[in-house]
């Protein structure tokens, strides 16, 4: 039955504490240092702003501008029971999963390519119960950040319905709309605890420009309760301010600023690199033919084995860092 | 490499979906043969297609040889008229400036329903699919043509989940579900063109692919297929067709 707003049965609506309320909502923004300061950290000290049970937001979308070293760092420092959420999910969902850091994801769409058909290490944690994904379409997810990021509880959309997807999705209302007596489907706002988000560059106040495309991270950094940049360069706030119509993060929604250049490797950062295939077509090769082993040998040699991120990047190799690095800076010369 | 005397399957699909479309139409496509055939057609025969890509692109102008491994790579963006964020792009559906989405599909079933979720029972599944994408949002929002091989594993009279909507159970009830505009329009297989009865929603085949019969195509679908009265046989590929589609994927990333 679609929810008719003028006579709401309370049995109708999803379980409550599924959305913050506004109030509380803005008690957690208005706890937050929002003053004008440095946030310069190091990848170790920004892992101590996600706790363990955290709702995660992740940025960019597929192989784009995927906060790997944040991910990496975050596997390293064994966290626990986190849900994370991303607008498309690739092999970053794997390593999630496989390490057993993360045991929910909410997405639209979780293998790791096109290219390399269904991930195994996705079926293999779905399939056997370990882990569960929780499947939106690719707009709803975007309007879960956008409401979010609006301050309000739920947004309306024309999509879902009808479908399987919604009928998974206890978290929605079919709604008659007031004004015009159409069915709409409303869904609820996220707003993540934390939100990782990768950016070409930004000041160490987190003012952060973001070239290419942008996928949700404008909604998703403005939707969380803290936010963490990785960045490939830390530029002067002077050279922030020459642009300032590039700026698409400010720096009050921002609590840490890291340095970390190739910070999606083996994924892409439009204009400076394209993902590292060598890398990524072995990475799922490995996984693919075996999800337990394979991944657990994967994590000891690239993820937990390496001393630092810089030694990671030499495990990829300095010929695939330079193809890769050649291949993204030219990719407006056509 | 084949000679240009033989098609893959895959090729033969691109080609003829291509044709499915027209010059200054606003198409949706997604990753693989629906980016390529798009692609084809914007440069062969229709200068005017813009193709809108989930990732965030509006105006897309795929390089040859530098085909994405994904619509939200930055190869997609090279030359476009518009980089947006994702939702917004997809917000465009659901405003109604998209003339058609161009997917492709793994399993579908009579009434032209997608399913990309579940193999098998979803709240046991035998095999968890990557799930919907854009897809849901496209067909709940525009018409849509699918581009798909043709096998009875995945012509079945009923899809094991309804990740993106067709006509849902025929007749009226993709309307009466809230689904106002949109629909299947076309699917394109290795063996056939398929449309929907205006009045029953189920699946017509229309034309046949050179040198395929009827029996042909029942035996490979799932559910009892009607023809139509005017049943046309396409025209096979032009050297013309072949030659920019190896031009545009010399590396058979999605023609192999």
Known sequence: MPLDVAHPSASQYPPEGLVPSYAQLRKELASRDRSLRRKVMSL??????????????????????TPMGMIWALIRARKSRLSCVRSIVSSDGDLLYGSGICDRIITSWFSQGILWGVSKVMRHHVETGSAAYDEWSHMAIGMRF???????????????????????????????????????????????????????????????????????????????????????????????RRAPDHTRIPFFAVDAVVELPYGCAPHECSGVYEPMMRHMESYVAQVNANPVDGMREYLEQFVYGPESWSDFLAGIGVEELIRAARAGRSIDDA | MPSESTTTASELLAILSARQLRDGQVVFAGVGIPLLAATLAQRLRSPGLTILFEGGVIGAFIEPGRLPPSTNDQRCTARANMVLGSAEVLLLLQRG???????????????????????????????????????????????????????????????????????????????????????????????AVFDFDEETRRMRAIALNPGVSCERVQANTGFPLAFAPDLQVAEPPSAEELAMLRYLDPERKYTA
């Open chain 1, 44 to 65: 170790e000290e920004a892992t101590s702003l996600v706790n363990d049970g955290d709702t995660v937001g992740i940025g960019g979308s597929t192989m784009s501008r």
């Open chain 1, 146 to 240: 956008r409401a979010g990021a609006m301050g309000l509880p739920f947004m309306p959309i024309r999509s879902m319905l009808g479908s399987d997807v919604v009928r998974q999705r206890p978290e929605t209302i079919e709604m008659i709309c007031p004004y015009t007596r159409e069915k709409l489907l409303l869904v609820p706002a996220i707003n993540p605890d934390v939100a990782l988000i990768h950016v070409q560059r930004c000041d160490e106040f987190g003012n952060a420009q973001i070239d290419g495309l942008p996928f949700m991270d404008v909604d998703l950094a403005m939707a969380a309760n803290r936010v963490i940049l990785t960045t490939e360069r830390i530029v002067s706030n002077d050279q922030i």
């Open chain 2, 97 to 191: 400036y998209v003339d058609v989405g161009f997917m492709g599909g793994a399993q579908i079933d009579q009434y032209g329903n997608l399913n990309s979720s579940f193999i098998g029972d979803p709240a046991r599944p035998k095999t968890r699919l990557p799930g919907t994408g854009g897809g849901n949002d496209i067909s709940s929002l525009t018409a849509m043509i699918v581009a798909m091989k043709h096998e009875k594993r995945r012509f079945v009279e009923h899809v094991d989940f309804i990740t993106s909507p067709g006509w849902l159970r025929g007749r009226t009830s993709r309307c009466e579900s809230g689904l106002g505009t949109g629909g299947m329009f076309r699917v394109v297989t290795d063996l």
